[in-house]
Each structure stands twice: as structure tokens, then as C-alpha cells.
């Protein structure tokens, strides 16, 4: 297979964030990186898909399936390109993330502020992002450079999170960790959720808004919403917890205040989707599969909104005002 593959010629940068202040250099595209031959005769074919100056690929893989007379032939089909993304702070290891690698700028800042790491653009000071090889795998690194107050504030999150894995929680994290307690939402009554014919019109249409996705599938979509029902911006993943981070750093790099807004996703909802749009101040998320229980009472404890939209039938509230928590203290916005 010859991929098509990210390529700068240089390390790619995003200057000085606190000056509003940020270069454009679009990356370009090579077809065998690092001077490495095709390994078969398998050609990748790029998508006609260039937002915010990314390339990302199909790759076309044979496979060989049995036919009704059970002879067998070989066929071939498009996969969805999956990249490692290793993520650092300051030069210190932080997570490695499996994204599409598409709207890469966009999913950074916004893991940063949902993985609170950053509570503004203000808090970077530089993102530095190459494309490596490791193992054969083509690879993304990405360094985001912290503000002095910002790295402190960093180091001592770490800290803590270290000294509190005592539960045992997949080996590393404690129930505090995995279960924090977030600021629950202002009062949202001032904003409707968006109508059941309009919330149908969405689903019916999702696909509009999946330029990678009505190509190949395997592919989650998130959706951004005004108040009035329109669409402000979309992304997709193989991921359906980055999808939602580059909706939160599309609206950080574009200072776009999430309040009131409504995300609709092609994934079900799990806990970890409630907590990054609490933490980004989303009003509404809405899901085009069930949500788990617990979901429901996290989003019902912190004031989301939360609706599913069944392939078939009316769309279900499952919580469209506080049940549990009354809300006494404003929430953070994104935008600062």
C-alpha cells in the first residue's frame, strides 16, 4: 500500500495564542513519506477533504468473501485512516489519542479545555504539531506549550492525579478521576430545545453533514447547532469522544460561545460525553442512539439537556431541566 500521508515540510506552528495571533501554513501531501516504498500494489486514494488545511485518506484493502455457488473472489473496499496522535505538555508525555486526522488543530484545543489542561486559548502559548513514523505506523505528535500559570496548574493536576489511584480503575485512574464533580450549568430555561420536527429534519439529514462518512461509514459525526436550529460547523472521527472535542476547539479558535447551542451526534451518549459538554457549557446534546443510564443521570445532575432520536419515532427527553441539582453559581464560558 502506497498511502497518501500528512506531510509538512517543516514542524507545523500556531503561535502565540494570546495575542489572537496564529500562522496558516496548510500541509501538503506526499505519497510515500520517509522515502518508504509502497508495501503492495494497493493505492490509497485521498478524499476531496481539505477543512483547516488537513488531508486524511481511504485506504482501499482487499479482502476476499464467498459468493452463493461458495466459490470464493476477491474484492476490495474503502477503510477510514486511524492515526496515533501523542500528545504532550511541555515536552511531558499526557495521552496518546486514535483520531482521524482531520481538523487536528481543532481536536487538540478542544481536548485540552474538555480534558482540562487549558481553560482558554489564553493558556497556550504555542502547538507544535510533526508527523513521525513509529514501527512502520505513520504518526502525529503534538506538543502544546503552556503559559507559565498554566503549566503550574498542569503539573499540580498531575500531581494529585497520581497520589489518588488507590481504587485500582483500569489499572491507573481512581473514581474521583473518572467521576469529578463539574460545576452544573446555569439555568437553561431561556433556551427551547429544538422542536421535534426539526430535530427529525436533522436526523433525516445527517448524512449532509458526513463528507467522510457517506463514503465509507465507520465514522462518528458531531453536529453544531445555534439556538435558532442552524448549523454552525460539523466534524468527524473514528472516535465519538474527539468528534465532540473538535466541535469544543472549533468554537475555542473561533471564540464562538457555546451557551445555548445543541450538539447532535451519530454516536450513543455515554458518561464521558456528558462531561465534556458540561465542562464546554453546551445547552443540549442530542444522540441518534440510547444513551446509557448512567448518562442520563449525569446529564440530568448537572442540568444537560439530553435527547435521543430513534431511526424510528418521536425523539425522547430524557432531561431538558434540572431534577436533581439546582444550579447556584454561573458556569465558566468558553470563550474568554
Given at each position: ?5 500528512l506531510?509538512?515540510p517543516?514542524?507545523k ?10 500562522t ?18 494497493n493505492?490509497?486514494?485521498r ?11 481511504l ?5 476476499t468473501a ?10 476490495s ?6 492515526m496515533?496522535?501523542v500528545?504532550?505538555?511541555?515536552g511531558l508525555?499526557?495521552a ?13 484545543m ?10 482558554s ?5 504555542d502547538?507544535?504539531v510533526?508527523?513521525i513514523?513509529?514501527d512502520g ?11 507559565p500559570r498554566?503549566l ?5 493536576q498531575?500531581t ?10 483500569c ?18 430555561s ?14 433525516d439529514?445527517v ?11 465507520a ?40 451557551t445555548g ?16 459538554a ?28 439530553l ?7 418521536k ?5 431538558d ?6 444550579c ?9
Open positions: 500500500m502506497s498511502p497518501v500521508y506531510a509538512w517543516e514542524s506552528h500556531l503561535k502565540s495564542h494570546a495575542n489572537n495571533q496564529e496558516t501554513q496548510a500541509a501538503t501531501v506526499c505519497s510515500t513519506p520517509c522515502d518508504e516504498q509502497p508495501s503492495s500494489s493505492q490509497a486514494q478524499l476531496p477533504c481539505n477543512r483547516h488545511g488537513y488531508q486524511t485518506t485506504y482501499r484493502e482487499a479482502y464467498n459468493n452463493p455457488s461458495d466459490s470464493f473472489e476477491d474484492l473496499v474503502d477503510l477510514i485512516e486511524e496515533p496522535l500528545i504532550t505538555v511541555n508525555a499526557h496518546v489519542m486514535m483520531i482521524t486526522p482531520i481538523d487536528i488543530e481543532s481536536f487538540i478542544g481536548f485540552a479545555y474538555s480534558e482540562g489542561i487549558i481553560s486559548l489564553q493558556d497556550i502559548r502547538l507544535r510533526d508527523p513514523i513509529y505506523i505513520h504518526s502525529i505528535t503534538a506538543d502544546i506549550v503552556l503559559s498554566a503550574h496548574t498542569y503539573k499540580q498531575q494529585a492525579r497520581k497520589g489518588s489511584t488507590g481504587c485500582g480503575l489499572g491507573t485512574a481512581s473514581l474521583a478521576d473518572a467521576l469529578p464533580p463539574l460545576k452544573p450549568l446555569p439555568d437553561n431561556a433556551f427551547a430545545n429544538l422542536n421535534a420536527e426539526q430535530l427529525i429534519h436533522l436526523r439529514n448524512s449532509t453533514y458526513q463528507v467522510l462518512g457517506r463514503q465509507v461509514g465514522i462518528h459525526a458531531a453536529v453544531l447547532i445555534d439556538e435558532h436550529g442552524t448549523v454552525l460547523t460539523s466534524h468527524e472521527d473514528i472516535g465519538r469522544h474527539n468528534a465532540l472535542d473538535k466541535i469544543i476547539g472549533w468554537a475555542l479558535e473561533h471564540q464562538k460561545e457555546l447551542t445543541s450538539v447532535l451526534m451519530t454516536s450513543r451518549c455515554s458518561t464521558e460525553l456528558i462531561q465534556k458540561v465542562r464546554a457549557g453546551i445547552h443540549s446534546l442530542i444522540h441518534l442512539a440510547s444513551p446509557s443510564a448512567l448518562a442520563v443521570q449525569q446529564a440530568r445532575r448537572y442540568g444537560l439537556s435527547i435521543h432520536i430513534p431511526r424510528h419515532g425523539p425522547r427527553y430524557f432531561s431541566r434540572y431534577t436533581s441539582t439546582k447556584t453559581d454561573n458556569h465558566s464560558s468558553i470563550v474568554s
